[in-house]
């Protein structure tokens, strides 16, 4: 609902209403969720990997958790705001699923990197924060992974009984 019926009840003078910052940020019952937790994990993993990437000598990685941490911000945004109901036609979980798979594979990979190649402190920190990234993303897609098939195993058990059975005696027949 905006704007809001009545911002200050003490009765402030009839101006223009403005719109607060607040409403922009994740509530805390989003924020307290399983989903909202690991996607603040995600986005504040991404961001202290790409900072100590700027300041590693490994810095040709720094475009992964850059490009992770807005990924992560704009899911976390997308979700809070529920702007997945706004466009049905996207495939919401299978998008987030996708990015997260991609993400834990390649945080994986580049984590490996730059402990094992790069002899800095801040590439080793890198690597390190990467395999918990990898972890935080591996859970993530988990989750994700689970949500979507018990969805796909509900799709299946709504079929008509009738219609599995004329399909079992159509398949028994044709076995002769």
Do not use: H
């Amino acid at each position: 609902m905006w704007p809001p019926a009545d911002p200050d009840p003490a009765g402030a003078p009839d101006g223009p209403q403005t719109a607060s910052l607040g409403a922009l940020l994740p509530t805390r019952d989003f924020l307290c969720s399983r989903k909202g937790q690991l996607l603040l994990a995600e986005s504040v993993l991404s961001f202290i990997i790409f900072i100590c990437y700027i300041a590693s000598t490994a810095a040709p990685f720094l475009t992964v958790p850059l490009l992770m941490f807005l990924l992560a911000l704009c899911f976390l945004f997308g979700y809070f705001m529920k702007i997945y109901e706004k466009f049905p036609g996207i495939c919401w979980p299978l998008s987030d699923f996708l990015r997260c798979v991609t993400a834990a594979i390649i945080y994986f990979a580049i984590s490996i990197t730059a402990v094992s190649k790069y002899s800095d402190g801040a590439a080793k920190a890198a690597g390190v924060f990467g395999f918990f990234a990898t972890i935080a993303y591996a859970v993530d897609f988990y989750y994700i992974f689970n949500d979507l098939s018990k969805f796909l195993k509900q799709g299946n058990s709504a079929r008509d009984p009738e219609a599995e059975k004329s399909e079992e005696e159509d398949s028994n027949s044709d076995s002769d």
